[in-house]
């Protein structure tokens, strides 16, 4: 049911952990749903130098997870806001229709650190 | 790699002594049983002699066995039939919150054609209470339907206190006995029940077949199906021979060895739930601790969510399931687990492991010695933990995923 991509992201999930002293938090989801991503953000003259997850959820779930922090990292904030949780699912060569919506929210998560970020630096 | 099955309650394989008898159906006695002629008369003989075995192997008579496509199929029959037929008398139906679909579905259906339906609460084990039955039950009941076992938990309900209390008041009573044929007794008269579903595939039969025992007398009639006059017009439809003769045959062998299986699973099954309380911390049995099914251990697991389990188990050749939303095709954890009061975080980190007749005391053994990383990997990656402080209220995206969300 999930693709190799998916599979390899699962077993072998890239940026998994925290960062202490983080820029930029950002939470989405939630238990009660089944699935809940937290990623860190290291950010350097606006651009993602350093990105870490933490992620509660099913297999799509850790795998969307572990691919946004590779498709982010380096990127500017910009270009990070840019990225989808469809272009996320895409990189992963799709997810099961079912999973589009409740565990597709890496994306959203991301957006919320730079977000976070954002709001520190006003 | 080393495969270990540990989902029996889904499904068992076919035994070979099964595969044989329907094979001989397939190729030799392959007649229709309505025919006059020789072939004919062979699968009416292979259909009756399946019938007295599984009449047996319930303490049924031949004549109140129908033979079904399954246990959705007898489910269906039973309900629909019983509503049907005395609507007249009363329009009221009583379940509980932990059946099948196959059950639950149903009554809800009629709920929505005129039936007024209670749907019994259960306690933290998925326990029916027969003081909450006697409560429930109105001048207008006509049918209370509540499982013997509980296929996502494994707990057994007092069936038999429970029929007595129908019995006594008039009412019919029916029980879906799918998870329970084979693994306890079950017996009509004991049980004292109406009409009594059993399946084929749970029992290592085929699937694609069930029986549905109807005792006689009972004020059912087939409502369900029209066609040609088979099963004595309670089941239109040719019958599937070589599926039928292998559910005689599983029925048969399943009451032979019942008591040696359930004394050896009882023991693989407690030393399996001993060491996972023991090896892996935060973890809950869900269930009754000891009026449970001898094959059957379920448990919550904290932090942690049941797919992601599923899948690290897979990939170590474990084969369980999970009532996780993640794992149901619907976006809401088992309706079982939310009815015994488990919440929705805890009832995503499900594990159901259901052990068989392949199952040995090593396979305990191995999957400890996976399920410790597993957990401990899974557990590594989550934001959740004991200490976690998350303002979940503030943070809620308002997605409307789950209609019974309690946020």
Known sequence: MYTDKVMDHFENPRNVGEIADADGVG????PTCGDIMKIYLKIDNDVITDIKFKTFGCGAAIATSSMVTEMAKGKTLDEAMRLSNQSVAEALDGLPPQKMHCSNLAADALHAAIDNYREQQK | MRRVYMDHSATTPVRPEVVEVMLNCLTEKFGNPSSLHYFGRQGRGALDEAREKVANAIGAKLEEIVFTSGGTEADNMAIHGVAMLNQN??????????????VLNTVKALGKQGFTVTILPVDKYGMVSVEDLANAITDKTILITIMHANNEVGTVQPIKEMAALAKARGILFHTDAVQSMGKIPVNVDELGVDLLTISGHK???PKGVGALYIRKGTRWRQSLFHGGAQERLRRAGTENVPGIVALGK???LAVQELDTEAVRLTGIRDKL??????????VRLTGH?????????SFCFEFIEGESMLLSMDMKGIAASSGSACTSGSLEPSHVLLAMGIPHELAHGSIRLTLGRDNMMEDVDYFIKNMVPIVERLRAMSPLNPDSEFDFEENCADCKISSSCHL
Do not use: F, W
């Open chain 2, 250 to 252: 599983a029925c048969e």
């Open chain 2, 203 to 205: 029992i290592y039969g």
């Open chain 1, 27 to 30: 939470l989405v989801g939630n």
């Open chain 2, 289 to 297: 601790p000891t009026k449970r099914l001898p094959n059957h251990a």
């Open chain 2, 273 to 282: 739930i001993q060491e996972v309380m023991e090896k892996i911390a935060d």
């Open chain 2, 89 to 102: 008398r009363g329009n009221h139906i009583i379940t509980s919150a932990v059946e099948h679909h196959a």
